[in-house]
């Protein structure tokens, strides 16, 4: 199965939104709602953002929110920080082979100028 | 605090085989999945396959059926992945996951290196 398809990177200045885009297809994005999102920073493990589309763990700021429309997922992260730089995956169930697996997004490097 | 503890650096030749362990802690073992994850130098994540640790029933990506086995052992709260027939694109960062639809605590990640 193909990776999810996202942007290679984005970038926006401090204070501004940004949103980073999911596309799969109706055997994952579109067919589920378990799509979740991780932060990675160099040399960390990846950190849980959000998850079934639109959910915040405890502990994660209100600055990101999650959406889906169709086979696409989104990531809005709002008023940009510094720490935001990182690159971020989506992640969602998929029934693509018939087995319950799950698929990765190629990942967004996110650059806060 | 839940926490999930990984082994030691792995360097393998070409053609072997590595086993990687997990030690979970902070929480019932096995009332949660657990995910195996690998990340490629400077790639994106790879999911890899998921074990229920309560039964031991496994799922595994299409693309490493028949190299990846994962298990688990309750007494010690830990779970395993053992990939065979290395070759250099194995080569990676692995990190256990614990969650079903979702992945909420990560372990540190492992790195393997297969060199000849």
């Known amino acids: 199965q193909s990776a999810l398809t996202q942007p290679a990177s984005v970038s926006g200045s401090p204070g501004q939104s940004i949103t980073i885009s999911c596309t799969g297809t109706?055997?994952?994005?579109?067919?589920?709602?378990?799509v979740s999102w991780y932060q990675q920073h160099p040399g960390k493990a990846p950190k849980l953002m959000i998850y079934d589309v639109d959910n915040r763990p405890s502990g994660v700021s209100n600055r990101f929110s999650g959406s889906k429309y169709g086979n696409t997922a989104s990531l809005t992260i709002s008023g940009l920080q510094a720490e935001d730089e990182a690159d971020y995956y989506c992640?969602?169930?998929?029934?693509?082979?018939?087995?319950?697996?799950?698929?990765f997004g190629g990942g967004t490097r996110l650059t806060v100028l | 605090q839940v926490q999930l503890v990984q082994s030691g650096a792995e360097v393998k030749k070409p053609g072997a085989s590595v086993k990687v362990s997990c030690k979970a802690s902070g929480y019932t073992f096995t009332s949660d999945y657990m995910h195996w994850v690998r990340q490629a130098p400077g790639q994106g994540l790879e999911w890899m396959g998921i074990i229920n640790p309560r039964g031991g029933t496994t799922t595994y990506a299409q693309e490493l059926q028949g190299r990846v086995t994962m298990t688990r052992d309750t007494s010690t709260s830990t779970v395993y992945m053992e990939l065979s027939r290395l070759r250099s694109e194995d080569t990676a960062v692995y990190y256990c996951?614990?969650?079903?639809?979702?992945?909420?605590?990560w372990g540190k990640g492992i790195t393997v290196t297969v060199s000849s």
């Open positions: 109706s055997s994952d994005v579109g067919g589920h709602n378990y």
């Open positions: 996951a614990r969650g079903s639809r979702y992945m909420d605590v």
């Open positions: 992640c969602s169930y998929s029934s693509y082979t018939g087995s319950s697996t799950r698929v």
